[in-house]
Every structure is written in structure tokens, then in C-alpha cells.
T-cell receptor, first 113, second 112 residues
Framework: KNEVEQSPQNLTAQEGEFITINCSYSVGISALHWLQQHPGGGIVSLFMLSSGKKKHGRLIATINIQEKHSSLHITASHPRDSAVYICAVRSMNYGGSQGNLIFGKGTKLSVKP | EPEVTQTPSHQVTQMGQEVILRCVPISNHLYFYWYRQILGQKVEFLVSFYNNEISEKSEIFDDQFSVERPDGSNFTLKIRSTKLEDSAMYFC??????????FGSGTQLSVL
């Protein structure tokens, strides 16, 4: 059983489209991370959130704690946004380190020019 | 922006050999982590390290693995007696308190 589920698994969009990637989780959490994994393998942290909404440039992340659901939105998508987007959560059952995360399988996004 | 540095980027080793993967976390960070990603699979947490000791570890992180901060800058992952199934990308990360994680670019370990 996957504690973190992402949808869709794969997503192809045209440049300029508005994109939404969803993440649902089954455990109580203290924080949720959105990560971007580049084709070369490197990982960049986009957001860490525990409630509400955060915005950075064209990226917006929202979380609904009651529904155990988070979304990552990309406005005015661009080919350079092509990457794997990973949702990861920190379970409330863990007592210490904030890096003890449960990862989703990722959403592979491809933005065509 | 400050970076987490990992070396080497690629490591090939023979089954049964020991390997040491190296990381230089961001200088003012206090928390350090190792993760692995087997090809085609999701990222998995291995271990977190704070105040010169392991603070949490996963079931994957058994006696074959160890971590060390030998000086004020390096953070290492040692894998003893490597097995074929240890082949993976290993990521180091660091963070401050209640802050987002900063990841290194990874070390691709191939065990032959």
C-alpha cells in the first residue's frame, strides 16, 4: 500500500498551459514537500508546507490537511518545466528529523513547445 | 545559492567491496540526510544525522551502512560488502531547522 499517491503518473502539456499535479496521502503529516527531479537526476526542493498555500514565481502549492491532499500548479508552463515532480510527506509518527520522508512515485511532466 | 556537493558523481565497484560516498552539506545547516533511488523506483529515506549522531534511520539502513561526519565539513555514507542490489543513485541533503531540504546532485553507484 502506497502511503503517498500522485496523479497523474505522466503528463504531457503544450507550452503555456496551466498544469496541476495532485498528491494524496494516507498518514497524518507534519509537513509536505514538493520536489523537482531533473532529467539528469538532481533533486531541487520547491516547497515545504504544512497548511494553506505557497507561491514562488509560476509555481503554486496548496494543501488541505483535512482532505489529506495537496496540489502543485504551474502557470504558463514552459519546456524547461519538463521534469519529474515528487510529493513527499513527513509523518506525524516520526519524532525527530524533518528529512525522514515518505516519497511518492513522481509525476513525469513533459511540456512541448 | 549555496549548494550541497557530492563526490564522486559515479562509482563503480565490485560486489563485496566497501565504498564511501562523500557529501559536503551547506555550511550553516545542522541536519544531514542520505537517500537512495533505485533505477525506476521512488526515492527512499536512509538516515538522518544531527549533533554528530544518527537521529533516525529506516529499515534499509542496516549494519551494512554507516555514516560519519569526520570533520567540520564532510558527511560520508559507507557501504560495507556491497551487494548487487545496492546499485542506486544516492543523494545527500541538508537543512536548517524546519526548513526545506537542499539536495546534492547524487552519486550513481554501480555494483558489478
Amino acid at each position: 500500500k502506497n502511503e503517498v499517491e500522485q496523479s497523474p503518473q505522466n503528463l504531457t502539456a503544450q507550452e503555456g498551459e496551466f498544469i496541476t499535479i495532485n498528491c494524496s496521502y494516507s498518514v497524518g503529516i507534519s509537513a509536505l514537500h514538493w520536489l523537482q527531479q531533473h532529467p539528469g537526476g538532481g533533486i531541487v526542493s520547491l516547497f515545504m508546507l504544512s497548511s494553506g498555500k505557497k507561491k514562488h514565481g509560476r509555481l503554486i502549492a496548496t494543501i488541505n490537511i483535512q482532505e489529506k491532499h495537496s496540489s502543485l500548479h504551474i502557470t504558463a508552463s514552459h519546456p524547461r518545466d519538463s521534469a519529474v515532480y515528487i510529493c513527499a510527506v513527513r509523518s506525524m509518527n516520526y519524532g525527530g528529523s524533518q528529512g525522514n520522508l515518505i516519497f511518492g512515485k513522481g509525476t513525469k511532466l513533459s511540456v512541448k513547445p | 545559492e549555496p549548494e550541497v556537493t557530492q563526490t564522486p558523481s559515479h562509482q563503480v565497484t565490485q560486489m563485496g567491496q566497501e565504498v564511501i560516498l562523500r557529501c559536503v552539506p551547506i555550511s550553516n545547516h545542522l541536519y544531514f540526510y542520505w537517500y537512495r533511488q533505485i533505477l525506476g523506483q521512488k526515492v527512499e529515506f536512509l538516515v538522518s544525522f544531527y549533533n554528530n549522531e544518527i537521529s533516525e534511520k529506516s529499515e534499509i539502513f542496516d549494519d551494512q551502512f554507516s555514516v560519519e561526519r569526520p570533520d567540520g565539513s564532510n558527511f560520508t555514507l559507507k557501504i560495507r560488502s556491497t551487494k548487487l542490489e545496492d546499485s542506486a543513485m544516492y543523494f545527500c541533503a541538508s537543512s536548517g531547522v524546519n526548513e526545506k531540504l537542499f539536495f546534492g546532485s547524487g552519486t550513481q553507484l554501480s555494483v558489478l
